[in-house]
T-cell receptor
Framework: GAVVSQHPSWVICKSGTSVKIECRSL??????MFWYRQFPKQSLMLMAT?????????EQGVEKDKFLINHASLTLSTLTVTSAHPEDSSFYICSALRAGGGTDTQYFGPGTRLTVL | AQSVTQLDSHVSVSEGTPVLLRCNYSSSYSPSLFWYVQHPNKGLQLLLK??????LVKGINGFEAEFKKSETSFHLTKPSAHMSDAAEYFCVVIKTGANNLFFGTGTRLTVIP
């Protein structure tokens, strides 16, 4: 149990276009999901916290108008990179918070590699 | 503030020998600590977590970690490395009761046949 999927796993787009990445909790409900960004050979950096039915909370330095997050249901959060540029190329990872059983545990998706040409 | 420092960016061991991946933490509060493993093209998988219960935590795949408050450490160990253990390992801290995870910079484990 506790499987999180991401779609697509790999996307290449032209500069100036927008890309949507989906994060789904397949076998549990997640009121909270998180979006991370991982640069090559670096650690994960939290971008934003996505709460079902409310606005996302962005970390300092993350442009909310560029990285649009929507958490419309208890099993789906989407990250849209608007007007993508080459510097947005990165590995984007989501996680879903599974509540209960003591300390809440985040379950991670396999990640989406975005390449902007 | 919470943070973790992974002391080694790369560890290389021979198959069948012990594994030690080091992590030191800094936390103003009683922390919860995790070790995650990331295999290529796969999602992060939780190995084990410490949440102020027993200081010696046993995880999956034979890994364990010991919380040492006096040393502010949470090192990950395994008695005998297997080829399938080759991956990137992240030490993670979270403020107890909160949701924001703070990741270390990762340690790449290579297992030599």
């Amino acid at each position: 149990g506790a499987v999180v999927s991401q779609h697509p796993s790999w996307v290449i787009c032209k500069s100036g276009t927008s890309v949507k990445i989906e994060c789904r909790s397949l076998d549990f409900q997640a009121t909270t999901m998180f979006w991370y960004r991982q640069f090559p050979k670096q650690s994960l950096m939290l971008m934003a916290t996505s709460n079902e039915g409310s606005k996302a909370t962005y970390e300092q330095g993350v442009e909310k108008d560029k990285f649009l997050i929507n958490h419309a249901s208890l099993t789906l959060s989407t990250l849209t990179v608007t007007s993508a540029h080459p510097e947005d190329s990165s590995f984007y990872i989501c996680s879903a918070l599974r509540a209960g059983g003591g300390t809440d545990t985040q379950y991670f998706g396999p990640g989406t590699r975005l390449t902007v040409l | 503030a919470q943070s973790v420092t992974q002391l080694d960016s790369h560890v290389s061991v021979s198959e069948g020998t012990p594994v030690l991946l080091r992590c030191n933490y800094s936390s103003s509060y009683s922390p919860s600590l995790f070790w995650y493993v990331q295999h290529p093209n796969k999602g992060l998988q939780l190995l084990l977590k410490y949440t102020s219960a027993a200081t010696l935590v046993k995880g999956i795949n034979g890994f364990e970690a010991e919380f040492k408050k006096s040393e502010t450490s949470f090192h990950l160990t395994k008695p005998s490395a297997h080829m399938s253990d080759a991956a990137e390992y992240f030490c993670v801290v979270i403020k107890t009761g909160a949701n924001n995870l703070f990741f270390g910079t990762g340690t790449r484990l290579t297992v030599i046949p």
